[in-house]
C-alpha cells in the first residue's frame, strides 16, 4: 500500500512539530509558561477560518488584527482581515448561489433590479482600496468614548474586483435629475418588533463618490467572503468602512442624504456627550494617516542595534508624498522609504526606517504627508463616536532596547 503523502501545510506541519515535542517532554520552564499564558478567546463560528493567532476578539462582531499580524506586504490577507459587523449577518445560503444575488438600482433614468451575473457583463475593474473601521484608533482617544477601543487592527488593504459603479449609471441611462448622494442599503436580515429606520444599515455619501465606486464581488483574488459583505458589497475608495455596505441590495441616487439613524444621529462627528444630528459632520472620506507595525510592543523588548523600523501610511482619496518617523517621540523626525509596489491612492503604502537603537526607552512615532502636502495631524479631535482618529502622537508606540 503506498503511503500517504506528508502534509506540508502549515497545520500538517505545525502539528508534526508539536508531535516532536511532545515526544521529548516539555522542559518545566517550558510548562510553567504555557500554564501561565491566557487563553485567547476563541473566533466565532462564522470566522473560524481565520487565523487565530493573528486576531484579538473584542465580541463575536467586532475582531482586531493584531499589529504585528499586518508583515511588510501591502495587501492584508483575508485570514488577516478584521471583522465589524452593525447587524448579524444574513444567513450563509446567500453565497449558495452567487450570482444570482439582486440589487435595486433607484434614482437613475431607467431604474432596474440587477443580479450579480447581469452585473458581470457591465463592466470590470479592480482597485486596492483601504478598508477601515470608522472607530479604528478609538481606544487612543484620552476621553475614552463608548464603543470598541480598537487600537490599529480595524483597517487592511484590500484588492476589490467588480463592476465600476459609473458604468451601471451608463447602463440605466445616467443619473436622474437633482440627484445629491449615493445612497446604499444592506441586506442584512432586521430585528422584529423594531423600526426598521433605526437599525438598517443604509448610508448615504456625495454623488461624486460613485465615480471611483465598485459593486464588488471578488476580494483578494476570491468570491467575497460571506463575513465581507459576500456575494456583494459597495466599495466607495477612501471613504471609511461603514460606507462600505455589505450584502447591498439596493443602490439609490438620491436628493437628500437617508434619514436611517446611522446617517441622521449615527456616525456623526459630534462633541462628546451630544447627540448627533445632521447638522454635524457626517463620517465618510478618511484623512492620511500612518502607524508603525514593528518592532511591535506584543512581542517585548528589542536586542540593542540595528532595528528595522516599519508600518503603513495611507492617503485617503489622495496620492502619498513622504513618510517620516520618530524615535523620541516626535522630537526630531528622519524620512523613512516607501517600500514595495504602488497600488494607487486609495491603497496604503508600506515603509521602513532602519535605525540604530541604543539601550534605553523609546517612543516610536510616524507621520504622513499627502500629494497636497497636508501633514497627519498631530492629535485629532475628540468626538463622541471616537470616529476617524489620525492623530500621530497617540498612534506612537513605547518600545524597550535592551
Same mark, same amino acid.
Given at each position: ?54 486576531? %484579538? ?36 445560503? %446567500?453565497?449558495?448561489?452567487?450570482? $444570482?444575488?439582486?440589487? $435595486? ?9 440587477? =443580479? ?48 465600476? +459603479? ?16 449615493? =445612497? ?15 437599525? +438598517? ?59 436611517? $439613524? %446611522? ?6 462627528? =459630534? ?8 447638522? *454635524? ?35 485617503? =482619496? ?54 497636497? *502636502? ?29
Amino acid at each position: 500500500m503506498k503511503p500517504p503523502a506528508p502534509d506540508l501545510s502549515r497545520r500538517g506541519l505545525l502539528a508534526g512539530a508539536a508531535s516532536a515535542v511532545a515526544a521529548v517532554g516539555f522542559s518545566r520552564a517550558a510548562q510553567a509558561q504555557a500554564a501561565a499564558a491566557p487563553a485567547r478567546p476563541a473566533l466565532p463560528a462564522y470566522v473560524a477560518w481565520k487565523n487565530p493567532d493573528h486576531m %484579538i476578539v473584542h465580541t463575536g462582531t467586532t475582531i482586531e488584527t493584531r499589529r504585528s499580524a499586518f508583515g511588510t506586504s501591502v495587501i492584508t490577507p483575508a485570514e488577516r482581515l478584521y471583522i465589524r459587523n452593525n447587524l448579524p449577518a444574513p444567513d450563509v445560503s %446567500i453565497v449558495a448561489d452567487r450570482d $444570482a444575488w439582486a440589487v $435595486a438600482v433607484e434614482g437613475v433614468r431607467q431604474p432596474r433590479v440587477l =443580479t450579480v451575473a447581469q452585473l458581470k457583463t457591465l463592466g470590470l475593474e479592480t482597485v486596492a482600496a483601504v478598508l477601515q473601521c470608522s472607530g479604528n484608533g478609538r481606544g487612543y482617544f484620552a476621553d475614552k468614548p463608548s464603543g470598541t477601543k480598537w487600537q490599529v487592527g480595524a483597517a487592511g488593504c484590500v484588492i476589490w474586483s467588480g463592476v465600476p +459603479v459609473r458604468n451601471v449609471i451608463a447602463a440605466l441611462g445616467g443619473v436622474a435629475d437633482g440627484a445629491r448622494f449615493m =445612497t446604499g442599503t444592506g441586506g442584512e436580515a432586521l430585528p422584529a418588533g423594531l423600526d426598521p429606520k433605526s437599525v +438598517v444599515v443604509e448610508r448615504s455619501v456625495p454623488l461624486r463618490a460613485f465615480e471611483d465606486a465598485l459593486l464588488a464581488w471578488e476580494m483578494n483574488g476570491e468570491p467575497l467572503p460571506h463575513a465581507h459583505g459576500g456575494p456583494l458589497r459597495l466599495i466607495v475608495p477612501g471613504y471609511s468602512g461603514i460606507n462600505n455596505i455589505k450584502y447591498v441590495k439596493r443602490l439609490a441616487f438620491t436628493a437628500a442624504e437617508t434619514d436611517a $439613524a %446611522i446617517q441622521k444621529t449615527g456616525y456623526r462627528l =459630534t462633541p462628546s456627550g451630544v447627540k448627533g444630528d445632521p447638522s *454635524f459632520p457626517a463620517v465618510w472620506e478618511m484623512g492620511v494617516k500612518s502607524w508603525i507595525n514593528g518592532p511591535a510592543p506584543e512581542a517585548g523588548p528589542v536586542k540593542a542595534g540595528m532595528v528595522q523600523v516599519h508600518g503603513v501610511a495611507m492617503g485617503g =482619496t489622495r496620492d502619498l508624498r513622504r513618510i517620516d518617523v520618530s524615535i523620541d517621540g516626535g522630537q526630531t523626525w528622519q524620512e523613512a522609504r516607501f517600500v514595495g509596489p504602488d497600488l494607487g491612492r486609495f491603497a496604503w503604502r508600506q515603509f521602513v526606517l532602519p535605525v540604530r537603537l541604543p539601550p534605553g526607552q523609546h517612543l516610536l512615532a510616524s507621520r504622513a504627508q499627502d500629494s497636497r *502636502f497636508e501633514w497627519q495631524v498631530e492629535e485629532s479631535p475628540a468626538n463622541g463616536g471616537g470616529f476617524l482618529n489620525s492623530g500621530w502622537r497617540s498612534h506612537a508606540i513605547p518600545l524597550t532596547v535592551t
